[in-house]
């Protein structure tokens, strides 16, 4: 009995021992870990809902556009905070470039734009411009067309000014370029929080 007694604790230790070991190589049935997402993020790849940190503003973003031109890609972010909204724009060619653009109607352009014009006291030069196509996430306000015009610009001090045409309607934005450095992102939960 006693014999009976010792196989039947160390039948119970060695099979406690053996789940153990399954758990621990994660070969448990039942026992498949779901993969999260990464909450690792940059100008690159940010996500509805995640806060860009600027000049001590919590920007959220709530809306993403993809520019695509051949095989050439850059994105728009639209970030909100209460009622203001900016557009940052993350392009890389050579360099990254990283600039914080808000929209403007103190500029009528009424035809094709120029290869240079004056906006409050600066002169801009054009420095590209084209047809890309357009793949949209979030809010994005009217931008909907499946392409857009675009004629982007700069000036002296890092300023920039894009003017775009989308579906016949001129939309023009104007900021500075920034160092991304500058950005703290916060990675959000995919939801949109002013949801316009």
């Not at 039947?8 to 994660?26: D, H, K, P, S």
């Amino acid at each position: 009995m006693t014999l009976l007694l010792w196989l039947g604790v160390f039948a119970i230790i060695a099979g406690g021992a053996y789940l153990l070991v399954l758990q621990q190589r994660g070969a448990l049935p039942g026992n498949k870990a779901k993969e999260l997402p990464s909450l690792k993020r940059n100008i690159f790849n940010l996500q509805i809902g995640d806060i860009v940190q600027h000049m001590g503003i919590d920007w959220v973003v709530e809306g993403k556009l993809t520019y695509t031109v051949d095989e050439y890609t850059w994105f728009e972010y639209m970030l909100q905070d209460d009622n203001q909204i900016r557009w940052l724009s993350v392009d890389e060619d050579d360099t990254v470039e990283v600039a914080l653009l808000e929209a403007t109607n103190q500029l009528d352009v009424s035809q094709t734009p120029p290869q240079q014009l004056n906006f409050a006291s600066d002169n801009y030069k054009c420095i590209d411009s084209g047809v890309a196509s357009m793949n949209r996430l979030g809010t994005v306000q009217r931008r909907t067309a499946q392409t857009c015009q675009y004629f982007d610009y700069e000036a002296s001090g890092d300023k920039v000014l894009s003017i775009e045409i989308w579906h016949g309607e001129t939309e023009v934005t104007v900021g500075h370029r920034i160092n991304p450095r500058s950005l703290t992102i916060l990675p959000g939960d995919g939801n949109r929080v002013y949801g316009i």
